[in-house]
């Protein structure tokens, strides 16, 4: 079983950058797909990007490519989400997920393990 804790999410105006943080324990990442995922409010849940965490292979959504960079620490069991040139529509709870398999992963039924969220609020 693997828990996931998310960090760093702000409010933050139309332009910025911010980086969350996903902290994991229980287990390790090594054979795990990870990805980041949204939900706004009255969305659905959006995939926004996805690593595998021993091969480094990733993924983007359209709407995040170019602006978002998602990346591994191994050593500290840690995902993060660079996120630059935000804009108003990125604001969402952002959950990290875990699921099992090498590679990426792009779709929420593939995820078996999920953080509680942090919020993402963009001012125009």
């Known amino acids: 079983q693997v828990q996931l804790v998310e960090s760093g999410g702000r409010l933050v105006r139309a332009g910025d950058s911010l980086r969350l943080s996903c902290a994991a324990s229980?287990?390790?990442?090594?054979?795990?797909?990870l990805g980041w995922f949204r939900q706004a409010p009255g969305k659905e849940r959006e995939f926004v990007a996805a690593i595998s965490w021993s091969i480094g292979s990733t993924y983007y959504a359209d709407s995040v490519k170019g602006r978002f960079t998602i990346s591994r620490d191994n050593a500290k069991n840690t995902l993060y989400l660079q996120m630059n040139s935000l804009k108003p529509e990125d604001t969402a709870v952002y959950h990290c997920?875990?699921?099992?398999?090498?590679?990426?992963?792009?779709?929420?039924?593939?995820?078996?393990?999920w953080g509680q969220g942090t919020q993402v609020t963009v001012s125009s």
């Open positions: 997920a875990a699921a099992n398999a090498p590679y990426v992963a792009i779709y929420p039924h593939e995820y078996s393990y």
């Open positions: 229980g287990r390790t990442f090594s054979s795990y797909a």
